[in-house]
C-alpha cells in the first residue's frame, strides 16, 4: 500500500493519463453502480449481456452455463484451429505427416489434443444446453423460433466435428468417414443405393450413378480420397464455420428480441 | 467374480438390456397410469433427493471401478476416442438428476401452493457486471484448465496412416453418430442412416409447435409438464443415449455383440437366420412359393404399414391420445402421430428381430426399398 495515501502511485497516475481514459471508459476501479452499467454497455462483447438480470438467471444450477459454454469452445476451437492450419496440409501425400509432425516436431504441441477433445466436449455441452433448455421450457412462446435455430446449431456443430474427423487421415479417420458417407449414398431417389435411383433417368440413362449420386457430391469421388480430404478441409475450416457464426448470431441476437432467458412470469 | 462378469455379460445382451431399460424408463418416467402406482409404491421419487443422487453416483463409480479391474473392459472404456462418451455418460446422469431434484423441490412448493424458486429469485434484479461476467469467467477458466490437463493427459488418437485397402474390423462413425449406426442393425442405410436423422432433426424443431402446455416456462418443474418430459424422456435416454453406449461399448467386429467383460473375438459367430415377413407369410404360414409380382409378394407388408401410418394414428386419437388430441387439434396431432409412431418403429423391429427373427417388413430389393 501506498505510504503517504495523498501521493498518488504511478499506476493511479497512469490512470489519469489521456490514453488509459481512452481505452478504458469507465476505468478498471468500479465503485458505483452507474460505472457497473457503464462497462456493459460500453464494451462490444459484454453488450452481448443486457446491463441487468433476474437473480434466477445469474445461476449456475439454472443454466447450467452450457449455452455459455458451448460458445467459449467454438472460440476455442477457432483459435486451436487456425494455429493448425500452419502446420497442416490438406493432400493425402502430407497430411498424415503433418499430423505427426504436429506431435512430434512442434513445441507445446498439444494444439491438436486440446482442439479434438475440446471437439468432443463441444458436441457434449451443445446436447446438455438442449437438455437445459428443454427441461425449463424455455423452448415455448414467445422463444419457439430460436429453439429451431439451436436444432441447426446443433446439426451444424456434428458436422463440423465430423468433417474434422477426416483430416489426420489416418485409419480411424477414412474408415469412420467411410462408414458415415456410405450413408448419403443411400438417399432415396439421389443415392445410388437408395430406393428410387433408378426412378431418374432420361429414356435409357440413369441420371444417379456412382459418379453422379448423393455420395459422389459430398465425397468428390467413389471412395474417400483425394478430392474427400479437400472437400472436408475446405468445409471444416471455410464453410461450415461461416454458416455456424450466421446461425449463432441470429441465436444470440434472438435471446435478446424474444425477451432475455427464460424465467417464470 | 468370474460369475458375476459372466452374468453381466450375459444381461448386457441387447435383447435384454434393452427390456430392463425400458422397464426402468416406465417405472421411473411413468406415461400410464399403471406404471405410475409401480413408480409411487417403489418411492422412486426419492432418487431425486439429494440421498438419491448420492446412491445413483456411488453406485456408478462403484460399477465403473469393478469394471475398470477386467482388462477387457478397460482395452474399450479407456480408447482415447471413448472417454468423452464415458464422461457424457456420467454428466448426463448428473444432469438429468440436477434438473429433476430442482424439478422435485418446484414441484413439492407449487403443491402446497407456493412458487417455484426461480420466481421468488427472478424478482429481484442483480447487475450483470461483476455478477454474471465473473460467474462466466470462472466457468470458463475451469474448462479451459481441464482441456489442458486433459490434452496433456491423453494424446489424440492417431492410427496407422489411411490404408484404403485395409479396413479395420469394427469400422465405427464418430461416437455421437453411433445411435444411427446401431440402428443399422435393424433398418436399411436409407432409414437409418438419412430419413430417420431427418425425422429426428424435423422432431426436435416440431417441440415448440407441438407442446400446447403454457405450464412450466423458466422454471423446473415435472409434475406441470409431465408429458412432454416422459416422451423427451423416451428419446433422450431409452432411444439416443442408450443406443449409442451400445454402438460404442458393446460392438465388435462385424458389429456382433459383446459383453462389457467379453474379449473382442474376429471369429466370433453369430447366426443369421432372419426372414422377411413376406417369407413368414407365403412359405411358412401358407407354405407355398412366393408369388412373382412384387406388389402382391409384398402386400402384407404393405397392409401392415398402412394400418400402422393410416389407421392407428385415428384409433390412438380415440382412446389412450384421447386428450392428447383435443389438446392439440388435428394438424399437430397428426404431424405428432406420425413422428411418434415413426420413432416407435425402432423398438417394434427390434423386438421383432428378437421375437421372430424378422428382416424386413416390406422387402423389395430390386429397388432397394426394404422397410
Not at chain 1, 5 to 17: C, D
Not at chain 2, 169 to 183: I, V
Request: glycine share 6%; charged share 15%; with cysteine.
Amino acid at each position: 500500500m501506498n505510504a503517504n495515501p495523498n501521493k498518488p502511485s504511478m499506476w493511479e497516475k497512469f490512470q489519469s493519463t489521456q490514453f488509459y481514459r481512452s481505452v478504458f471508459r469507465t476505468g478498471i476501479r468500479v465503485v458505483s453502480h452507474r460505472q457497473r452499467m457503464m462497462i456493459m454497455l460500453n464494451s462490444v462483447f459484454l453488450h452481448l449481456h443486457p446491463v441487468r438480470l433476474p437473480k434466477h438467471a445469474v445461476k449456475v444450477r439454472y443454466t447450467w452455463c452450457m449455452g455459455g459454454l458451448s460458445f467459449f469452445l467454438f472460440l476455442v476451437l477457432t483459435v486451436t484451429g487456425i494455429l493448425l492450419m500452419f502446420y497442416y496440409r490438406p493432400t493425402i501425400e502430407y497430411a498424415y505427416g503433418d499430423v505427426t509432425d504436429l506431435s512430434q516436431q512442434v513445441p507445446l504441441g498439444i494444439m491438436r489434443e486440446i482442439h479434438r477433445w475440446g471437439a468432443h466436449l463441444m458436441v457434449i455441452t451443445v446436447w446438455l444446453h438442449m437438455f437445459r433448455v428443454f427441461m425449463t421450457g424455455s423452448y415455448k412462446p414467445p422463444r419457439e423460433f430460436n429453439w429451431v435455430i439451436g436444432v441447426v446449431l446443433l446439426v451444424l456443430t456434428m458436422l463440423l466435428s465430423f468433417t474434422g474427423y477426416l483430416l489426420p487421415w489416418d485409419q480411424l479417420a477414412i474408415w469412420a468417414i467411410t462408414v458415415g458417407s456410405n450413408m448419403a449414398g443411400a438417399t432415396p431417389l439421389l443415392g445410388m443405393n437408395g430406393p428410387g435411383s433408378n426412378l431418374l433417368s432420361i429414356g435409357d440413362v440413369n441420371l444417379v450413378t456412382p459418379v453422379s449420386d448423393a455420395r459422389f457430391a459430398l465425397l468428390g469421388g467413389r471412395f474417400v480420397g483425394e478430392a474427400a480430404l479437400l472437400r472436408f478441409y475446405v468445409l471444416h475450416c471455410i464453410g461450415l464455420p461461416f454458416i455456424i457464426m450466421i446461425f449463432m448470431i441470429v441465436h444470440f441476437w434472438r435471446i435478446r428480441k424474444d425477451g432475455g432467458i427464460s424465467g417464470p412470469t | 467374480m468370474e460369475t458375476i462378469k459372466h452374468f453381466i455379460n450375459t444381461i448386457a445382451a441387447p435383447k435384454i438390456l434393452f427390456n430392463i431399460v425400458v422397464l426402468s424408463y416406465l417405472i421411473i418416467f411413468p406415461p400410464f397410469k399403471f406404471f405410475q402406482k409401480i413408480h409411487d409404491a417403489l418411492g422412486v421419487r426419492r432418487l431425486w433427493t439429494k440421498k438419491g443422487g448420492m446412491a445413483i453416483f456411488s453406485l456408478m463409480f462403484l460399477a465403473f471401478a469393478f469394471g475398470l479391474t477386467d482388462g477387457n473392459f478397460r482395452l474399450i472404456v479407456l480408447k482415447p476416442d471413448n472417454v468423452p462418451i464415458v464422461a457424457l455418460l456420467f454428466l448426463v446422469v448428473f444432469f438429468v438428476w440436477l434438473a429433476l431434484h430442482q424439478a422435485q423441490d418446484n414441484d413439492d412448493a407449487i403443491a402446497k401452493g407456493g412458487k417455484p424458486k426461480e420466481w421468488a429469485e427472478s424478482r429481484e434484479k442483480v447487475l450483470v457486471f461483476p455478477d454474471l461476467v465473473y460467474i462466466e469467467f470462472i466457468a470458463l477458466m475451469i474448462v479451459a484448465a481441464l482441456l489442458v490437463v486433459w490434452a496433456i493427459g491423453l494424446p489424440a488418437p492417431l492410427e496407422q496412416a489411411a490404408n484404403p485397402t485395409v479396413s479395420p474390423n469394427p469400422s465405427k462413425a464418430p461416437w455421437y453418430f453411433l445411435g444411427l449406426q446401431e440402428m443399422l442393425v435393424y433398418f436399411d442405410p436409407w432409414i437409418a442412416g438419412v430419413v430417420f436423422p431427418t425425422v429426428i432433426l424435423l422432431g426436435l424443431m416440431c417441440i415448440p409447435y407441438m407442446d400446447k402446455n403454457r405450464k412450466g416456462l423458466g422454471y423446473y418443474t415435472y409434475q406441470d409438464r409431465k408429458t412432454a418430459i416422459n416422451i423427451f424422456m423416451f428419446f433422450w435416454l431409452v432411444l439416443w443415449m442408450f443406443l449409442i453406449s451400445i454402438g460404442t461399448f458393446l460392438r465388435g467386429p462385424n458389429w456382433n455383440f459383446f459383453g462389457p467383460f467379453e474379449y473382442w473375438d474376429h471369429n466370433k459367430l453369430e447366426a443369421l437366420n432372419n426372414i422377411n415377413l413376406s417369407e413368414l407369410v407365403y412359405m411358412i404360414w401358407l407354405n407355398q412359393g412366393l408369388p412373382s409380382n412384387i406388389l402382391w409378394r409384398e402386400a402384407p407388408g404393405f397392409l401392415i404399414l398402412i394400418v400402422y401410418f393410416g389407421l392407428l394414428p385415428a384409433i390412438l386419437a380415440k382412446t389412450i391420445f384421447k386428450d392428447l388430441y383435443a389438446r392439440m387439434g388435428v394438424v399437430r396431432y397428426s404431424i405428432f402421430a406420425v413422428l411418434f409412431l415413426m420413432a416407435l418403429t425402432l423398438p417394434i423391429k427390434m423386438y421383432l428381430r428378437w421375437l421372430f427373427n424378422i428382416k424386413y417388413i416390406v422387402a423389395i430389393p430390386e429397388f432397394f426399398f426394404n422397410i
